[in-house]
């Protein structure tokens, strides 16, 4: 058995990480080890200078990847090699001397109430799709969810009366979630008249939001949707801007930026307040617009 499939082995049953996150480090591991063998070098006795040259080439052959993919290469190789020092197949960890890019903080792009109600106005709800979209795409921007949360949901997870969500979001963790009524309004309908149209015998999925064929809806089929939604209505934004749009209109609006960490599942505070950027901004034209010295 080859390293890069006793890593995949180790990462499973070991420290147990997700599948998505399991796929990424195996494939960047695979990927590493087939360049050392082009260099007639192994994982067992490559040094810093390789794998720094390693991630270089990674940039040059691919147009200039970003930082964050970067470290997430870095990130993947010193899990791999740590493994091989945990394997005694080497005594040291070189990726770990390598530095880790610093990525960019982006401010991520943000809808108007305008263009999301332009978006919303743009589904046609007389179809259970339809309704489908609408409670959807209206519970995304309501509750701030991500993506994977959303179609990860269960009918069980959904308290109506409660006007709350139980989501389950990254690492595991659950949270509860409140909705607006508005959401609520939507998601009572989608159930009543929508859902039980799409649901096919026997495979009686119990997610929530479903496609034509009764299974569970997938992210592609939810940015496939989105995408079409966005052109009709003449907008440009990803289905995550929802999300993005939803924790900034909340500190527009007053709200405090721990509640507005907690609504949206954040571990750090760090990294809900790349949000108050965007108010930042806002001042910013404020003061040029308006202020005698601006």
């Avoid at 890069?4 to 990480?17: A, G, I």
């Avoid at 899990?79 to 945990?86: A, E, G, I, K, R």
């Avoid at 799709?129 to 959904?158: N, P």
Wanted: contains cysteine; hydrophobic residues 40%; glycine residues 8%.
């Amino acid at each position: 058995m080859s390293s890069v499939q006793r890593f995949n082995d180790y990462l499973v049953t070991e420290l147990r990480l997700s599948p998505r996150t399991v796929e990424t480090y195996v494939r960047e591991a695979g990927l590493f080890d087939a360049y050392l063998e082009e260099q007639g070098e192994t994982a067992s006795t490559v040094g810093v200078p390789t794998v720094a040259d390693y991630l270089i080439e990674r940039q040059t052959r691919e147009n200039g990847v970003d930082q964050r993919t970067v470290a997430k290469i870095l990130s993947a190789l010193r899990s791999f090699l740590q493994f091989l020092v945990l394997e005694d197949e080497r005594s040291d960890n070189p990726a770990l001397l390598v530095e880790s890019p610093k990525p960019v903080q982006r401010v991520p792009g943000v809808l108007s109430v305008a263009e999301i109600e332009a978006l919303l106005g743009a589904i046609d709800p007389s179809s259970p799709l339809g309704l489908r979209d609408r409670a959807l795409f209206e519970l995304i921007y309501s509750s701030g969810l991500r993506i994977s949360e959303a179609v990860d949901l269960t009918v069980a997870r959904v308290f109506l009366d409660e006007g709350v969500l139980r989501v389950r979001g990254k690492g595991n963790k659950e949270r509860l979630v409140p909705m607006g009524p508005v959401a609520v309004r939507w998601l009572r309908q989608y159930l009543q008249d929508g859902r039980p149209r799409l649901v096919k015998a026997p495979a009686r999925s119990d997610r929530l939001f479903l496609n034509h064929l009764g299974n569970g809806l997938s992210r592609k089929g939810m940015w496939k949707r989105f995408h079409q939604l966005c052109s009709a209505a003449g907008i440009r934004a990803k289905v995550h801007t929802l999300r993005h749009s939803f924790a900034t209109h909340l500190l527009e609006g007053g709200a405090d930026l721990r509640a507005v960490q907690e609504l949206l599942g954040h571990a750090d505070i760090a990294t809900t307040q790349i949000y108050t950027h965007i108010d930042k901004e806002e001042l910013h034209v404020w003061h040029s617009t308006h202020h005698p010295r601006g």
